[in-house]
C-alpha cells in the first residue's frame, strides 16, 4: 500500500526548480507626507512576467479537498519508501489504494535538453545584446521579450510538454527537498493573442498516455485543477518534450532565453533608472554569471551574493504583501514600517549593483571588512607575551626572558583583543575561537607551542570572515587554521604582509587571498580542501610560496566542476601579481595547479610531462613560451613538483 506521493522517474535532463519570475515592482518611494510610503510602492505585472495563474473561484472544493487529503506527505520517519519498516496496524494509511480505473501515471518523457548551456559567454551576450534587445532601453526589454517569444510561438501552434508547477497546487503538505514541482505531461494550444497580455498564457488538456513524476496522482485532482485554471495555465512553465520536430527545438530554445532572462539578468529596479546603455548592462550581468558558473568568482563567494540576491526579492515581497493589507489609509505606523522595509530593499539593491559593476569588483568581490584602528605601541614602550592556556605552569613560560612581562589569558579572543603592536600571543594545545583574527591590524605574532595538529583554531560559522589582516607585518606559526561556515577566503590580506609558517589551513570556503597591494610568505604549511584556489592572487599582490603542500582544492559544491579553471594557486594579471615557489608540491587538485589569467590572446595548458621541458603541451614551436610568460609576470618557479592535478598543470589563458 503506497504511502504518498512517489516519484515516477528521475528527471535530471532538465532544470527542477520552478521557472523564474520577476513578479511585482517596487518603485521609489515619494518625498513629502511619510504615509504616502504605502501608497507609492504599487504592484505591477507584465506579460512576460506574470507566470503564476491568477486565484480563480474553486469549483467542487469538497471532492478536491478530498483528493488532496489523499496526496499529504506523511511524516519524514514513515516517508521512507516501500520495504524501510514495517507500519503500525493501527495507523490509517494516508494514501488510498488506486481504484482501478485510476491507474499510476507513467514516467515522464525526457524534455528538450538546455540549448543554452553550451553557449560560450559570446554567445550569450550577442544573443541577448543583439538578437533580443537589439539596443532596446531597459524600459522596453518586456516589448522586446514578448516580440521576441512571440515569433518564435508561431513556428507551431500544438506541441506536447511537461507542464512543471508549484507542488502547493496539489498538496497540503509537501517537502520541497523531494518533491521540487509536480509534472504534467500536456498537449499545449498556442492560440493567437489578441493582446500581449495573454501572450504568455497557454491553453493545454492532459496529453496520453497520463504521464507525471508523481506516479499515484490521481488523473481527476489534475483535471479538476486544470478546469480551476481554464485550462490556461503560464506558458513558461512548460517546458517541451523530446523527439518532435525541429521547430520545438526553436520553441524550447525561445523559452530557455526568456527564463534565463528574468532568472538572472533582470533587476526590478532596470524600468526606474535611466541606464545610457542598457545592453552594456545586460553584458556585464551575463559576465557575472558566466564568472560564478567557471569558478573566477570562488563557490563561497557566489553564494553570498546569490543570498543576497535572494534576500533582496524576499524583502520585496514582504513589502508588497505587507501594502496589499491596507485596506485604508495608513496609519502613521504602518507608514513607518513601509518606509523602514523599502529602505531595506534600497540597501540590498545598492549591494548588489556594487557586485554586478565590473570596475567595482575588477580587483575581486570583496570590500573592506576591518574598521578597526590600529593601537600601534603602548605608551612605555614593552612589549607583552599573551599566554593562552586554561592554566599557565612554570614549564609554559621557561624559555622566556627573565624580563619578558607576561599576560595570561583562558580565552584566544581576550589575549588577542589585548594585543598591541610588537606583542607575540602563544598557544598551548587545544580547541579555540576567535572573533578577532578577523580583526587584526597591529604588528603581532600569534605562535602555537607543541604540535600544529594539536593547536586548532576554528571559525565561526556565522560570520563571514575568519582570518583577515591589514597590518604591516603579522606572523603565525605552528597552528592549524580549520575554517567552518565562513564564507570568504580562510586568511584574507587586504593590505600590508603576512607570514604564514608551518601551518595547516582546512579550508571549506575560499583559500587564502591576497589582495591589490597586499604581500604574503607561506613556509612549510598545508593547505587543503578549498572550493577555489588554495591561494588567490589579485592583481598588483605579492606571494613568496616556500616548501608547501597545496593538494585537494576547488572543491566547488555549487559550480560546475567541468568548466572550472582554478586548484592549487590562480593568479588575475592586471597588474601582474609578484609570486616566487620554491620547492612546493601542488598535486591532487580538481582544477590546474596553477592558473594564470593575463590579457593575451594566447591559451596553454601545460601537462605535467611538458612542464620540465617549459613547453605548452603539443607545442614543439614555442618551447621558451613558459619561461617568456614566467619573466612578464614576475613570476619565479624553482623546484616544484606540481602532479596529478585534474585538468592540468599549468593554465594560461587570457582573463
Not at 467542487?60 to 478530498?66: N, Q, V
Not at 548592462?281 to 573566477?296: A, H, M
Not at 606540481?642 to 592540468?648: C, D, P, R, S, Y
Request: one cysteine or more; glycine letters at 6%; a negative charge.
Amino acid at each position: 500500500m503506497a504511502s504518498g506521493p512517489r516519484p515516477a522517474a528521475p528527471d535530471d535532463s532538465v532544470r527542477t526548480t520552478s521557472p523564474g519570475r520577476r513578479g511585482d515592482k517596487v518603485v521609489s518611494a515619494p518625498t513629502g507626507d511619510p504615509a504616502a510610503a504605502a501608497g507609492s510602492l504599487k504592484r505591477t505585472a507584465s506579460p512576460v512576467r506574470s507566470v503564476v495563474a491568477s486565484p480563480r473561484p474553486v469549483k467542487g472544493r469538497a471532492g478536491r479537498e478530498a483528493a488532496r487529503r489523499r496526496l499529504q506527505l506523511p511524516p519524514v520517519s514513515q516517508a521512507e519508501g516501500p520495504g524501510e519498516g514495517p507500519r503500525e496496524e493501527d495507523e490509517e494509511p494516508l494514501l488510498s489504494e488506486p481504484e482501478e480505473d485510476d491507474a499510476e501515471a507513467r514516467p515522464l518523457p525526457p524534455v528538450c535538453g538546455s540549448p543554452m548551456r553550451g553557449m560560450w559567454r559570446d554567445e550569450k551576450v550577442a544573443l541577448y545584446c543583439d538578437e533580443v534587445l537589439r539596443g532596446c532601453n531597459a524600459e522596453d526589454a518586456d516589448d522586446a521579450m514578448t516580440k521576441y517569444l512571440s515569433e518564435k510561438l508561431k513556428l507551431k501552434d500544438k506541441w506536447l510538454g511537461v507542464w512543471k508547477t508549484n507542488p502547493e497546487l496539489f498538496f497540503m503538505k509537501y517537502e520541497e527537498a523531494s518533491i521540487p514541482f509536480v509534472g504534467i505531461l500536456v498537449e499545449v494550444t498556442c492560440k493567437p493573442c489578441p493582446s500581449s497580455s495573454s501572450c504568455f498564457n497557454v491553453t493545454v488538456s492532459i496529453a496520453e498516455p497520463f504521464s507525471s513524476n508523481i506516479a499515484n496522482i490521481p488523473r481527476n485532482l489534475v483535471n479538476e485543477i486544470l478546469e480551476e485554471l481554464e485550462h490556461n495555465v503560464p506558458l513558461l512553465e512548460v517546458y517541451p518534450v523530446e523527439g518532435q520536430d525541429s521547430d520545438l527545438h526553436d520553441i524550447a530554445l525561445a523559452l530557455e532565453v526568456v527564463r534565463f532572462f528574468y532568472d538572472f539578468l533582470w533587476r526590478d529596479w532596470d524600468d526606474e533608472e535611466s541606464c545610457e546603455n542598457y545592453a552594456a548592462l545586460i553584458e556585464e550581468r551575463i559576465n557575472l554569471w558566466c564568472d560564478i558558473q567557471d569558478g573566477t568568482i570562488p563557490g563561497p563567494i557566489a553564494q553570498r551574493f546569490k543570498k543576497t540576491l535572494e534576500k533582496y526579492k524576499n524583502k520585496r515581497v514582504e513589502l508588497v504583501e505587507y501594502q496589499s493589507n491596507i485596506k485604508e489609509d495608513p496609519s502613521a505606523a504602518e507608514a513607518v514600517e513601509c518606509w523602514k522595509k523599502y529602505y531595506e530593499i534600497v540597501m540590498l539593491c545598492g549591494l548588489l549593483k556594487m557586485w554586478e559593476d565590473l570596475r567595482l569588483r575588477v580587483h575581486g568581490p570583496f570590500f573592506p571588512r576591518i574598521l578597526r584602528r590600529r593601537k600601534g605601541k603602548r605608551d612605555f614602550g614593552k612589549t607583552i607575551t599573551h599566554i593562552v592556556a586554561k592554566v599557565m605552569t612554570t614549564d609554559m613560560v621557561k624559555d622566556l626572558s627573565s624580563d619578558t612581562l607576561l599576560q595570561q589569558h583562558d580565552d584566544l579572543d581576550l589575549a588577542l583583543d589585548s594585543c598591541y603592536s610588537g606583542d607575540t600571543v602563544v598557544i598551548f594545545p587545544g580547541e579555540y575561537q576567535a572573533v578577532n583574527l578577523a580583526l587584526l591590524t597591529d604588528d603581532i605574532i600569534i605562535k602555537g607551542i607543541g604540535k600544529r595538529e594539536e593547536i586548532m583554531i576554528t571559525s565561526e560559522p556565522s560570520h563571514d570572515s575568519f582570518v583577515v589582516s591589514k597590518a604591516d607585518n603579522v606572523k603565525l606559526m605552528h597552528l592549524s587554521l580549520i575554517q567552518q561556515g565562513t564564507v570568504d577566503g580562510i586568511v584574507v590580506v587586504e593590505s600590508g604582509h603576512m607570514t604564514l609558517e608551518n601551518c595547516i589551513l582546512k579550508c571549506e570556503g575560499t583559500g587564502v587571498c591576497v589582495l591589490t597591494g597586499a604581500a604574503l610568505t607561506i613556509t612549510d604549511s598545508e593547505i587543503t580542501g578549498a572550493q577555489g584556489a588554495g591561494v588567490e592572487l589579485y592583481p598588483g599582490s605579492m606571494a613568496v610560496l616556500e616548501r608547501n603542500e597545496i593538494h585537494h582544492c576547488n572543491n566547488l559544491r555549487t559550480s560546475d566542476i567541468s568548466k572550472s579553471t582554478l586548484g592549487g594557486v590562480n593568479m588575475k594579471v592586471l597588474p601582474a601579481p609578484k609570486l616566487k615557489m620554491t620547492n612546493n608540491h601542488i598535486y591532487s587538485n580538481n582544477g590546474y595547479g596553477l592558473s594564470i589569467l593575463q590579457p593575451t590572446e594566447q591559451f596553454f595548458i601545460v601537462a605535467e610531462e611538458a612542464l620540465n621541458k617549459g613547453a605548452a603541451s603539443g607545442d614543439k614551436k614555442d618551447d621558451n613560451t613558459i619561461s617568456k610568460v614566467m619573466q612578464n609576470l614576475n613570476l619565479e618557479m624553482n623546484n616544484n613538483k606540481i602532479e596529478a592535478n585534474l585538468k592540468g598543470d599549468i593554465r594560461i589563458v587570457t582573463s
